[in-house]
């Protein structure tokens, strides 16, 4: 089926059912084949005998989407609910799956990746059957496409999933309900739930094309994208220092890995700055990549991520409702910047497991606010740290080399800067929630000073889209 046709028809079908829910509370968004009009409702009556099966696939597909666009347990989504439970099984499921396919090729044509629409069925839905659901639409969305138009990143994104098997043909939703040990209704109103959470999803930048608009290459991308460049040879190198800090139970060991980290990737903007020039400043130009930041403590965890990103001259924007910040730079530069945040997230949540498995019983060391001012320490303190290290690294090269490097970097931040204004606009500073804790202040402090690190204040504020 053509994406543009699966398109046309998700739009037309949410279109018809926000009209018909406008014609009034007090009557049947349906006709007359549909409930009374009294709030108890009378549920789905079939329709006259020799009515073309047609009329009834469309009346499943609008009560699917008026169902998933009113609010959990109005009214009118259960009258919805209750009458999609009373048609025919077969041709529900059809129409569910149709809706589903429809609106995960809208999502993709609207920016969004495997990976990141596989976590939002995760964290979007009320049931982890919910979640299920959307990623076997993934799963069936793309055994249902030509190799040859989906582009290998895409494929590798997917691939790396782990999505449940589906063979391409109809029925899969069926399946998913006798799996799931649902009878009708449950099926229903857990499919009512997933395809809510997916109408509600905004719009977001393209980092992949989507597939079914190209070719399997990767049309020249290759290094001048995160994933691209994420093939670097030096990258290969932060790699293993920082699967080697992550893994080690000696603190002064992963201090000097994860230095020895940020060492090397300061070193590596340098040097690409020294030996492209001002010349070929412009042959490379800024690249996103989104990077989830799952609960708990997203906040923390995102002021972490922003630190890391400053540090390696790359930008982040958090996305509060999606719980994903959005991490700009050059390719190799954002590329690092996602290792390092990873294996320092790794390292702060293990050194806070160590302080509560060391705490006395009946501590507060497992609060909230306790671990949120744990990790904003930890951060603050990495921050500093991060910043030493590219002063000693800016020093050194310039004392061996001269400071013909600096424009270069310098212009590739304003060029970071034009991008970021181009695509989000103005944006916005929040506090950090969590509350404050002394004991998990200081807990974090001591968690960074066994790391030797030695920091100055960093604002405790987040950057989001206006």
Request: aromatic share 6%.
């Amino acid at each position: 089926m053509g994406k543009n046709n699966r398109s046309r028809r998700a739009a037309k079908a949410r279109s018809k059912a926000k009209a018909r829910s406008r014609r009034g509370r007090g009557a049947p968004p349906f006709g007359s084949g549909w409930g009374t009009g009294a709030p108890s409702g009378s549920g789905w009556r079939p329709p006259p005998q020799g009515e073309p099966i047609f009329t009834q696939a469309e009346t499943a597909r609008n009560l699917l989407v008026l169902a998933a666009m009113e609010h959990r347990g109005d009214r009118w989504q259960t009258d919805a609910i209750d009458g999609l439970a009373a048609m025919p099984a077969t041709l529900v499921y059809r129409e569910v799956e149709t809706v589903l396919l429809d609106q995960v090729d809208v999502l993709w044509a609207g920016g969004w990746q495997p990976a990141e629409l596989n976590r939002q069925g995760r964290l979007g839905c009320p049931t982890a059957a919910g979640g299920r659901l959307v990623s076997l639409a993934i799963s069936a969305d793309h055994a249902g496409r030509r190799s040859a138009t989906v582009d290998q990143r895409w494929v590798a994104q997917v691939e790396g999933l782990d999505l449940p098997a589906v063979n391409g043909r109809p029925g899969w939703v069926s399946r998913w309900a006798d799996d799931e040990g649902f009878d009708r209704r449950q099926t229903v109103s857990t499919v009512v739930d997933a395809l809510a959470n997916l109408l509600h999803l905004p719009r977001l930048d393209p980092i992949l094309p989507p597939p079914g608009s190209g070719t399997a290459a990767t049309d020249g991308a290759g290094r001048n994208s995160a994933a691209g460049a994420a093939a670097d040879p030096v990258l290969d190198r932060i790699r293993s220092l920082l699967a080697k800090a992550e893994s080690t139970t000696f603190e002064a060991e992963a201090t000097a890995l994860t230095a020895k980290a940020q060492e090397l990737m300061t070193r590596h903007a340098i040097d690409a700055a020294l030996v492209h020039g001002n010349a070929t400043a412009g042959s490379q130009q800024p690249v996103a990549l989104r990077i989830p930041v799952d609960p708990p403590y997203v906040d923390a965890k995102s002021l972490l991520l922003q630190t890391v990103a400053e540090s390696g001259r790359c930008r982040a924007v958090f996305h509060t409702k999606l719980a994903m910040s959005t991490v700009v730079g050059f390719p190799a530069d954002v590329a690092a910047v996602e290792l390092l945040f990873t294996s320092l997230l790794v390292q702060a949540q293990s050194a806070l497991a160590e302080a509560a498995r060391r705490a006395p019983a009946g501590t507060r060391t497992r609060s909230q606010p306790y671990r949120s001012a744990f990790l904003l320490s930890y951060t603050e303190r990495i921050g500093d740290r991060l910043r030493e290290i590219n002063e000693a690294v800016f020093a050194e090269v310039e004392s061996e080399h001269g400071s013909s490097f600096l424009p270069v970097l310098r212009s590739r931040s304003a060029t970071i800067d034009d991008y970021m204004q181009e695509k989000f606009g103005e944006l916005a500073s929040s506090r950090v929630r969590g509350g404050y804790d002394a004991a998990g202040w200081a807990g974090g402090r001591v968690a960074a000073d066994n790391a030797q690190l030695r920091f100055g204040d960093l604002p405790d504020e987040v950057v989001t889209p206006a």
